[in-house]
């Protein structure tokens, strides 16, 4: 009987890692020009903040950075100082037509957590907490940031294929796993 469980749980766990698997392929195989599937209030204007990624975060390194317990987001966050003019100008360049500073967080598109640039404005945007879909806002990209952090630590996705996902539509990802 105990070989029978042992076959058991081996299939099953085969099968759920074929599953896990061909759920990331099909995730990290999203063509980049796809038309994003939520509303554009919850992303950055493309040409303002298509997104950069950090030069001493390379997928060779993962281990020493991102993906070492030892580091922290700490050791490269800009200053607040820096995000909150950042934030001002950006909001005024957006045409935003709610400019109090607390309604948003001067957010990376490509996190800090999967080697994001932190201080390239091309990276950076006034964010909205409050959205016109309820799980639009910025908290709901942070679940999006610690998962891909989670894919590329464990080997799923590369670090180049979490940032392209995430900049070109978070979203995406956060309906097509995140949220379930």
Do not use: D, F, K, M
């Given at each position: 009987m105990p070989i029978v469980i042992l076959i058991v749980a081996l299939i099953a766990y085969a099968a759920i890692r074929e599953w896990r698997r061909q759920n990331?392929?099909?995730r990290s195989q999203a063509p980049?020009?796809?038309?994003?599937?939520?509303?554009?209030d919850i992303y950055p204007d493309p040409d303002r903040t298509p997104g950069a990624a950090n030069p001493d975060i390379r997928q060779d390194n993962i281990q020493d950075t991102i993906c070492n317990p030892r580091w922290s987001t700490k050791r490269v966050r800009p200053p607040e100082s820096y995000t909150h003019d950042l934030k001002v100008q950006q909001i005024r360049e957006y045409g935003l037509s709610d400019t109090n500073l607390q309604d948003y967080e001067e957010d990376h598109l490509i996190p800090l957590e999967i080697g994001g640039?932190?201080?390239d404005p091309k990276n950076l945007w006034p964010e909205a907490y409050?959205?016109?879909i309820a799980d639009g806002?910025?908290?709901f990209k942070d679940k999006v940031e610690n998962d891909l952090h989670d894919?590329?630590?464990?080997?799923?996705?590369?670090?180049?294929?979490a940032q392209g996902e995430i900049a070109s539509d978070?979203?995406?990802?956060?309906?097509?796993?995140?949220?379930?």
């Open positions: 990331v392929a099909s980049a020009a796809t038309a994003r599937i939520g509303p554009a640039h932190p201080s409050q959205t016109s806002g910025a908290r894919e590329v630590c464990s080997g799923r996705l590369t670090l180049a294929e978070w979203y995406r990802v956060y309906a097509g796993s995140v949220a379930q």
